[in-house]
């Protein structure tokens, strides 16, 4: 069974970076097919799509937060990871790391994270 | 930009009632809509991908229907453990993976 396991800081300070890194078992990160992804959900909203990442270096991200956003994939520690660079209390949100399953005619997000939250505040 | 609606923004249902959510895009997706759950607390769920294709593992009174701007989520007789938001997404626009705002189904 794929397990997902976020890890990273709980609080930053306005300005500060944010590093998250997602940790796979049960299977292999370099898997043909399998994009690697990061949503978060601020308090009480709905779910934001920040990037997905396939392990031989393709990225998408969103466009609102290119910006401010590297990732990358670590095939020999089969872990993911996000920074998100210039912190704001607006950034504060539960992040979760999740497979972003890609075939012919469907891609979607089948395993998720248990969540990381993440707050910024001074 | 795509845009994502869903209708209504909530609902309140008894349990073994037919539930409908429908969702909207602004412009066509094709069959590219997934449909999640997710309950207080937790982590969201995949229920139907592609428009209309069951996840392995959730139950059958799930369905999913629609293509092109307009698709829907039916739940067929509501379980108590049915009760939660539930959140289509787009995938056929790649550089934005947009989900809507989310339905809440409570209890009436």
């Known amino acids: 069974q794929l397990q997902l396991q976020e890890s990273g800081p709980g609080m930053l300070k306005p300005s500060e970076t944010l590093s998250l890194t997602c940790t796979v078992s049960?299977?292999?990160?370099?898997?043909?097919?399998?994009?690697w992804g990061w949503i978060r959900q601020p308090p009480g909203k709905g779910l934001e799509w920040i990037g997905s990442a396939y392990y031989s270096g393709s990225t998408y991200y969103n466009p609102s937060l290119k910006s401010r956003i590297t990732t990358s994939v670590d095939t020999s520690k089969n872990q993911f990871s996000l920074n998100l660079n210039s912190m704001t209390a607006a950034d504060t949100a539960v992040y979760y790391c999740a497979r972003h399953r890609w075939g012919d005619g469907y891609n979607d997000f089948d395993y998720w994270g248990q969540g990381a939250q993440v707050t910024v505040s001074s | 930009d795509i845009q994502m609606t869903q209708s209504p923004s909530s609902l309140s249902a008894s349990v073994g009632d037919r539930v409908t959510i429908t969702c909207r895009a602004s412009q066509s997706i094709r069959s590219y809509l997934n449909w999640y759950q997710q309950k207080p607390g937790k982590v969201p769920k995949l229920l139907i991908y592609a428009a209309s294709y069951l996840q392995s593992g959730v139950p059958s009174r799930f369905s999913g229907s629609g293509s092109g701007t307009d698709f829907t989520l039916t739940i067929t007789r509501l379980q108590p453990e049915d009760f939660a938001t539930y959140y289509c997404?787009?995938?056929?626009?790649?550089?934005?993976?947009?989900f809507g705002p989310g339905t809440k189904v409570d209890v009436k």
């Open positions: 049960g299977g292999s990160i370099s898997r043909n097919g399998y994009y």
């Open positions: 997404q787009q995938s056929y626009f790649t550089d934005r993976f947009t």
